[in-house]
């Protein structure tokens, strides 16, 4: 089952651009992690942020979370056209039974 | 930094044989494994979570019978799509969490992609 819904499914934007995607989870949590995923192949980790984490900082990308709300976000600054994929959130829960599960993803396409 | 491959990358078989992907950790030990499912356009599903020595845990909806692991070391996670059907097509793809690191460390292989014609 999925922990985590992605808002939008789809996004569109021109390049140098700021992208933000949201990612809403259900249940309690360690951490919170977003990949990337380029069409057919593997995954590539971006940033985690842990559930006393606020808000966090990578070169463009900044994620904060809201544990309150369970949700995230996932902000890409001065977008490129190498940025376009597909982006989920993962979710690693806190009960007894880790185990990181992915949200619907959102997928990315910016124009040059 | 921590790699973990597949082999192999793509597979194509016919209905109604088996097939075997390898999930390798090869620069640490991974005391836990993770199989993914994921169809065109969608996202990961976890099929199952391995530990070394022991029975893996299913996800609820996965058949164990026709998804075999086995996890035999700490560097190596087999899944074994037994009596593949069309509907078996998919991407798979594992990962790893690292034996005595914190357990939100976790790195994935490259996928394997299964076409069963």
């Known amino acids: 089952s999925q922990q985590g819904e992605e808002d939008p499914q789809a996004l569109s934007i021109q390049e140098g651009e700021n992208a933000t995607m949201n990612c809403s989870y259900k249940?309690?949590?360690?951490?919170l992690q977003w990949y990337r995923q380029n069409s057919g192949r593997g995954l590539v980790h971006l940033i985690l942020?842990?559930?006393?984490?606020r808000e966090k900082h990578s070169g463009r990308l900044r994620v904060t979370l809201d544990t309150s709300k369970k949700s995230s976000s996932l902000l890409i600054t001065a977008s490129r056209a190498a940025d376009t994929a597909s982006y989920f959130c993962?979710?690693?829960?806190?009960?007894?039974?880790?185990?990181?599960?992915f949200g619907t993803g959102t997928k990315l396409q910016v124009i040059p | 930094g921590a790699v973990v491959s597949q082999h192999p990358s793509r597979v194509i078989c016919k209905s109604g044989t088996s097939v075997k992907i390898e999930c390798r950790s090869l620069?640490?030990?991974?005391?836990?494994m993770f199989w993914y499912r994921q169809f065109p356009k969608q996202s990961l599903m976890l099929m199952a979570t391995?530990?070394?020595?022991?029975?893996?845990?299913?996800e609820q909806g996965v058949e164990k019978d026709k998804f075999l692991i086995n996890h035999a070391s700490l560097t190596l996670s087999t899944l074994t799509v037994t009596s593949a059907h069309p509907e078996d097509s998919s991407f798979y793809i594992c990962?790893?969490?690292?034996?005595?690191?914190?357990?939100?460390?976790?790195?994935f292989g490259p996928g394997t992609r299964l076409t069963v014609l």
């Open positions: 990962s790893a969490r690292v034996a005595g690191r914190p357990t939100d460390t976790q790195y």
């Open positions: 249940t309690s949590i360690n951490n």
């Open positions: 391995s530990n070394e020595g022991s029975k893996a845990t299913y």
């Open positions: 942020i842990r559930s006393n984490e």
């Open positions: 993962a979710t690693d829960n806190s009960g007894g039974y880790q185990k990181v599960t």
């Open positions: 620069d640490f030990q991974a005391t836990t």
